[in-house]
T-cell receptor, first 116, second 118 residues
């Protein structure tokens, strides 16, 4: 069964510094997708970045990059040059493409606090 | 519509009462998902619709929970005889398609319904 693990309940970072949010996953499906979402206090889920299991390069989207280490089954999110507006909950999620394609399975999340 | 719309945004109900939560997905999105998020927790999958059928109901926590979707559009999640442990934010998401082999079809989430059972 697919599983996502986020071991950091909370992270602190100073403005303008980089921060890495950890995510490990488990699946027996060789074809899968990994997602990161941001959830600010308003509650909306904001899509940040996607990595496919067969993608050769790590995904990047502006200040967000995904450190994808397939052999270790990790998909850490790196936020460069943190901003105060980055303070939020961050969720890692996975979708299996051949078996559980119907749903995203989420980790428990990491709360990021950016200080001035 | 432009986004996924959920109503009501907030619902307070007495224990034992039934509630209906509504999700209006993005026009043309054939796949629709319901999730539940308890306070401080991650998102828990409840049910998935492809068109009007629900091939995956595995996440519904008990037979008090049911959902339907009509016309391949609006979905209603019904909770009967609500209990205090049902208090949570119920999120709906829709996507354009959900077929094996699809890659980054984007999920669009609604703002959720915050349910409080007193």
């Amino acid at each position: 069964a697919q599983k996502i693990t986020q071991t950091q309940p909370g992270m602190f970072v100073q403005e303008k510094e980089a921060v890495t949010l950890d995510c490990t996953y488990d699946t027996s499906d060789p074809s899968y997708g990994l997602f990161w979402y941001k959830q600010p206090s308003s509650g909306e889920m904001i899509f940040l970045i996607y990595q496919g299991s067969y993608d050769q390069q790590n995904a990047t989207e502006g200040r967000y990059s995904l450190n994808f280490q397939k052999a270790r089954k990790s998909a850490n999110l790196v936020i460069s040059a943190s901003q105060l507006g980055d303070s939020a909950m961050y969720f890692c999620a996975m979708r299996e493409l051949n078996t559980g394609f119907q749903k995203l399975v989420f980790g428990t999340g990491t709360r990021l606090l950016v200080s001035p | 519509g432009a986004g996924v719309s959920q109503s009501p945004s907030n619902k307070v109900t007495e224990k034992g009462k039934d509630v209906e939560l509504r999700c209006d997905p993005i026009s043309g999105h054939t796949a629709l998902y319901w999730y539940r998020q308890s306070l401080g927790q991650g998102l828990e999958f409840l049910i998935y619709f492809q068109g009007n059928s629900a091939p995956d109901k595995s996440g519904l926590p008990s037979d008090r929970f049911s959902a339907e979707r009509t016309g391949g559009s609006v979905s209603t999640l019904t909770i009967q005889r609500t209990q205090q442990e049902d208090s949570a934010v119920y999120l709906c998401a829709s996507t354009l398609q959900a077929l094996p082999g699809d890659h980054n079809y984007g999920y669009t989430f609604g703002s959720g319904t915050r349910l409080t059972v007193v």
